[in-house]
């Protein structure tokens, strides 16, 4: 038997830890073996004026009285699980300890001293060290089996919880997201906009808003029916999508009227973006999915109007759509500003 391995495991706190479970009567389980290997090794005074005071009082150490104890000084603490690990590699070595001196028993006169020196077999205290070091190993395996199928059981919670999350992001999403055209819906237009007047409240910079409406709508879908209408509005949404920037924000505000809220533009610059919107729309040749035939141009017009700081949001929507509906009452197809 190699010597350094003896006097490692040989741990003479581990072993008077559980020399104090056999004496007192204790279940060698992990967490009984934490309490005393600390108050072996004197590293926590509480802990060892405490477990004194029992044992002065003559108070036994029943199960209630070992949970206490446990709770009150591992659980919630880092302590606790360095003192399991330690635990688990006492054992470790201790069931190797064990093996080994149960190989040795027939050849006795091959054992080494270090080993001899540990106990003699057929010491009644031994016999007792022993039975506690083989509970406490089986104690310590169950403990390793119900830690892999909690693991598991968590594993597949973690699962369950991922799916959880990616239904309701889902569902956030559709909630906000316009169902024919994936644009942003009036519940996210009403958001947005409340955010972006206080962020614009805040630092002072400009806010404008254009309202936007397809030309003569009502018309075409009566003239080619509702799924070319929808197409129609897929269409628009597109255009819009590729004349704002990343901080704008398009919504559809409802029917064939569309909003795109701007952050940071002045009322010139919201007017500009707004004639790039209607000059790519009126250049679209739009072409029916289903019978491919040519339709034409589709125009649209829109109305500007910038965030006067304390306004309330409906003023400022209203001006915006009273713009929109003045560049349809002077003929439809252009840009007006409030």
């Known amino acids: 038997m190699n010597l350094a391995f003896v006097q490692r495991v040989a ?43 029992f044992i002065s009082n003559k108070r036994g150490f029943d199960g209630p009285a070992l949970e206490e104890l446990h709770t009150s000084f591992f659980s919630n603490s880092k302590e606790q699980e360095v003192l399991r690990l330690t635990s688990l590699n006492v054992m470790a070595a201790a069931q ?17 001293p270090e080993a001899a020196g540990i106990q003699d077999p057929s010491d009644q205290s031994f016999a ?38 990616r239904t309701l ?19 996210s237009f009403d958001m947005d906009i409340n955010e972006l007047a ?8 400009d806010l404008c808003l254009i309202m936007l409406d397809v030309d003569h709508f009502k018309l075409f879908n009566d003239t080619w029916g509702h799924q070319t209408g ?46 790039n919107i209607r000059q790519a729309m009126e250049k679209q040749q739009f ?23 304390g306004e309330p949001l409906l003023d400022w929507i209203g001006r915006a759509d009273s713009a929109l509906y003045q560049a349809k009452h002077d003929g439809r197809n252009r840009v007006c500003s409030a």
């Open 11 to 53: 741990d003479p706190v581990a072993i008077s830890a559980m020399q104090s479970m056999s004496e007192f009567g204790i279940v060698p389980t992990p967490d009984n073996f934490a309490i005393w290997y600390e108050y072996h090794a004197g590293v926590n005074p509480e802990l060892k004026r405490t477990i004194d005071v």
């Open 169 to 187: 992001d889902k569902a956030r999403r559709d909630a906000t997201l316009d169902g024919l055209t994936g644009i942003a819906n009036r519940r």
């Open 198 to 205: 206080a962020q614009a409240m805040n630092t002072g910079e």
């Open 96 to 112: 190797q300890v064990l093996d080994l001196l149960d190989a040795e028993k027939p050849v006795d006169s091959r054992r080494s």
């Open 287 to 309: 072409v029916a999915r289903e019978s491919q035939q040519t339709i034409g141009g589709i125009t649209v017009s829109l109305g500007v109007a910038c965030y006067d700081p």
């Open 230 to 275: 929808d197409e129609v509005l897929k269409l628009v949404v597109a255009t819009i999508q590729q004349n704002v920037r990343g901080q704008d924000r398009a919504a559809r505000y409802g029917g064939e009227e569309f909003a795109v809220i701007l952050p940071c533009t002045p009322i010139a610059g919201a007017a500009t973006v707004g004639e």
């Open 128 to 165: 007792r060290l022993t039975k506690v070091l083989a509970h406490l190993i089986a104690e310590t395996g169950e403990m390793a089996k119900r830690s892999d199928r909690l693991a598991l059981r968590m594993r597949h919670s973690a699962e369950k919880i991922e799916g959880l999350e």
